[in-house]
Nanobody, 122 residues
Framework: EVQLQASGGGLVQAGGSLRLSCAAS????????IGWFRQVPGKEREGVSC??????????HYAESVKGRFFISGSSAKNTVYLEMNSLKPEDTAVYFC?????????????WGKGTLVTVSS
């Protein structure tokens, strides 16, 4: 059974930092692209960042709204992907999900974890 577990969310003041983790079991991250998405009530889930864990590229992608503030990385040994979030803004408040798939877009994701809530206070 494939399980993705996102953790690390919480309450932080604007300007602060958080690090999210996505740990997997039943699937090897090296075979997939791993993405972080976020969703607020009433809005569509949006892509935040993605990393290619397959091969040796390790290529990363970021939404324009988080470029320069968020950084994605992965550990093959721990089968875990991280999202370092800095200079957080109230508009970053959302439930953050991690997912694994053959591409970085929403419809390319095959496995989803339960989300972790990030709340940024002003």
């Amino acid at each position: 059974e494939v399980q993705l577990q996102a953790s690390g969310g919480g309450l932080v003041q604007a300007g602060g930092s958080l690090r999210l983790s996505c740990a997997a079991s039943g699937v090897t991250f090296n075979d997939y692209n791993i993405g972080w998405f976020r969703q607020v009530p009433g809005k569509e889930r949006e892509g935040v960042s993605c990393i290619s864990m397959s091969g040796s590229s390790g290529s990363t992608h970021y939404a324009e709204s988080v470029k320069g503030r968020f950084f994605i990385s992965g550990s093959s040994a721990k089968n875990t992907v991280y999202l370092e979030m800095n200079s957080l803004k109230p508009e970053d408040t959302a439930v953050y999900f991690c997912a694994a798939g053959s591409s970085c877009d929403y419809y390319g994701m095959d496995f989803w974890g339960k989300g972790t809530l990030v709340t940024v206070s002003s």
